[in-house]
């Protein structure tokens, strides 16, 4: 059983450029969230995704930050001009439906802004 | 060994001794609380759970005590490994949807 798929592992962008981290949940798995670790720091949310739907943005920034989930295909991250202080390890995890229970985690997309 | 105060980042212990890894949450609303270990370079991953409902839950090796008069969570890990060296993360929700994660203590095992 695959678990939570997150593509890049690692990804190096100039100030400016944007960043893409995608997200394949478990399977049977409706529910996604964000979440930004700052080097020895604790994970702090970003953002609650079901498909086609924004259930909770609370966390993420105003500006240059949205995220996605489409009825089909992985759930994107997108961060346009990206600047020094996004170099950090974007988490995404996945439940199933409506629930309160256990985030699955996968192994982090780690950016770094030169 | 202990962490005491609100998040002592980092707990040392010998192997073989037991750790209680503390936790001061946020929401007296929180009816969920879950215990997270994360090893370096890697995603979190669940250790054991607890409802509101309840002041004390077991797993294998590894004990959560909830106190919500004083909004205080803790981890209990019974004859600590080498391999239980990891950042511990305790994490509130309420009614479903996010979960909002502690700062995390680092543990780590003298062998």
């Known amino acids: 059983n695959a678990g939570v798929m997150q593509n890049p592992r690692h990804l190096v962008r100039r100030r400016g450029q944007e960043a893409r981290l995608r997200c394949s949940p478990m399977?049977?798995?409706?529910?996604v969230y964000w979440y930004r670790q700052l080097p020895e720091e604790g994970l702090k949310f970003m953002v609650y995704?079901?498909?086609?739907?924004?259930?909770?943005e609370s966390g993420m920034p105003k500006e240059r930050f949205s995220a996605e989930f489409p009825k089909e295909g992985p759930s994107i991250l997108r961060i346009q001009q990206v600047v020094r202080g996004d170099s950090a390890a974007y988490f995404c995890?996945?439940?199933?439906?409506?629930?309160?229970?256990?985030?699955?985690f996968g192994e982090g997309s780690r950016l770094t802004v030169l | 060994g202990e962490s005491v105060g609100l998040h002592l980042p980092t707990l040392s212990v010998q192997e073989g001794d037991n750790s209680i890894i503390n936790c001061a949450y946020s929401?007296?609303?929180?009816?969920?609380f879950i215990w997270y270990k994360q090893e370096s370079g890697k995603g979190p991953q669940f250790i054991i759970d607890?409802?509101?409902?309840?002041d004390k839950r077991q797993g294998q090796r590894v004990t959560v005590l909830l106190n919500k008069t004083v909004k205080h969570l803790s981890l209990q890990i019974a004859a600590t490994q080498p391999g239980d060296s990891a950042v511990y993360f305790c994490?509130?929700?309420?009614?479903?949807?996010?979960?909002?994660f502690g700062d995390g203590t680092t543990l780590t095992v003298k062998p």
């Open positions: 995890a996945s439940s199933p439906g409506d629930y309160t229970g256990e985030l699955f």
């Open positions: 995704l079901q498909k086609e739907n924004i259930i909770d």
């Open positions: 399977k049977g798995h409706s529910h």
């Open positions: 607890i409802r509101s409902n309840m």
């Open positions: 929401n007296s609303a929180s009816d969920y």
């Open positions: 994490a509130e929700n309420i009614n479903a949807g996010k979960s909002t």
